[in-house]
C-alpha cells in the first residue's frame, strides 16, 4: 500500500472525503456525445465567470492606485519575496486571487458547484484502493471544447501554472528556468499534489500546469496579451478575452492522458520506459483496469491511441504527456528552447466574446443565454 505523507493526513483529517481526482472514465461515452449546445453552453459559462472575475481583480486594482507602469517592471527584476519565490506584480497577484486558491482554486470550486457546467459522475473512487476510498471520492468530469475533463483541471492552471512561471522567470537564463519548471511540476505530481496525496500522478494535472504556464507568460507584454498598460494613466485594462478553449485539449484528459500510479522518470525517453515498463503495473492501475471491465468493455487507458498519437506530437510533450500515450505512439519528441515567445505563444481564436451589459456575462455574444 502507497505511503501517504504527513501533509495528506493532515490534509484528510480536515475533511471526512476529499476529491482531488477526476473520474474520466464512468461516464466517458455519454460525455463524448455531448450535444453542440452543451459544449457551447459549458464553455461560455466558464469564459464569462472567467472574463467577469479578471475584470473584477482589474478594477480593484485600479482603485488601488498602483502604476502599471511601474508594477510591471517586477517582470524584468529578479526581486523575491519571504519566501524566496520570485515576486510578481500586483496586477498578477489580484487576478490570481480572484481564479485561484490555496487548496483549492476559485474557478475550479465554481466550475464544481455551478449547475451553469453540466457534469457527470457519481463520485465513487475507481482505483481500486479500499484504504484511499475511505478518504476520497472523485471529481465529476464534464465537456469542455469537446475534451473530458474535471474541475480540478481548472486549478491547476491557475495555481500551478503560476508557481511554474515564478521558476521560469527565477533565472537569468530562461531555458533554466524552464528546467525548473518542469522540475516542478514533476515533483507537485511525485508528492503532495499527487501520490502522496491521493496515490495518483496524473500527467493531465501535468498538461493543465504547463497550460497555465502559457497564460501566465502571455497575460502581459507579448503579442496577443490578455493586458495592457495605458502609459498615460497607469490604468490596466483588458487587451483581449479570455477563452478556455485555446487551452485546454486530450492532454487534460486522464482518458487519453493516462495517469500513473508510481513515480516516472521526468522528461520522458522512450528506451528507459521501455526498459522499466513493467514497473509500472501497480495495484492501482489494476483495480482501475477491473473497474473499467465493470463499467464498459471498451474502456481503457489510453481510450484512442489516435489521440495519444497526436498530443505527442507537442511541443516538450515529453514532460507532460503519460508515458503509456508517448510510447504507445512512439512518435518523435521535440522541444525547442530557443524561442519562448514561440514556445509559449496562445493562439488567438477569436470564436469568443465576453459580453460586457450588465448581465455580467450570463449571456454571450452570439451564443444562447448560458444561465
Sequence with gaps: MRRISTAALVLLSVSSVYSWETDNFTYRRKILRASDAEKKQNLY?????????????????????????????LLTKKEKNMWGERKMPKIH?????????????????????????????????IYGSDFLSNFYDLQTAFN???????????????????????????EDDMKKGFDKAMVHSNKMEDSYYGLDASGVKSYGDMSANYSGLKFWYNLYGKDNSYLKCDKKSGKISMNRDFDWSEFADD??????????????????????????????????????????????????????????????????????????????ANTKLTCPLNDFDKLLAVEDKKGYKYNRKPSSGTKTSGSTNVR
Design 45 to 73: 459559462a466558464l469564459n464569462d465567470e472567467t472574463n467577469r472575475r479578471i475584470e473584477e481583480a482589474i478594477k480593484g486594482y485600479n482603485k488601488m492606485g498602483v502604476n502599471c507602469n511601474e508594477d510591471l517592471k
Design 144 to 170: 469542455l471544447n469537446g475534451h473530458v475533463v474535471g474541475p480540478d483541471k481548472l486549478g491547476h492552471f491557475v495555481d500551478q501554472g503560476f508557481e511554474l512561471y515564478q521558476e521560469l522567470l527565477s
Design 251 to 328: 492532454t487534460w484528459d486522464q482518458g487519453i492522458n493516462c495517469s500513473a500510479f508510481e513515480a516516472t522518470p521526468n522528461p520522458y525517453k522512450h528506451g528507459q520506459y521501455r526498459s522499466r515498463k513493467n514497473l509500472y503495473s501497480t495495484e492501482m492501475d489494476e483495480g482501475l483496469k477491473e473497474y473499467l471491465a465493470k463499467v464498459d468493455k471498451t474502456l481503457k487507458c489510453p481510450d484512442d491511441l489516435g489521440r495519444c498519437q497526436e498530443i505527442s506530437k507537442q511541443p516538450c510533450s515529453k514532460f507532460y504527456v503519460s508515458p503509456k500515450c508517448l510510447f504507445a
Design 93 to 125: 497577484s489580484q487576478i490570481k486571487s480572484v481564479l485561484g486558491g490555496t487548496i483549492f482554486g476559485a474557478m475550479e470550486t465554481w466550475s464544481e458547484k455551478s449547475d451553469k457546467v453540466t457534469k457527470y459522475g457519481d463520485g465513487n473512487y
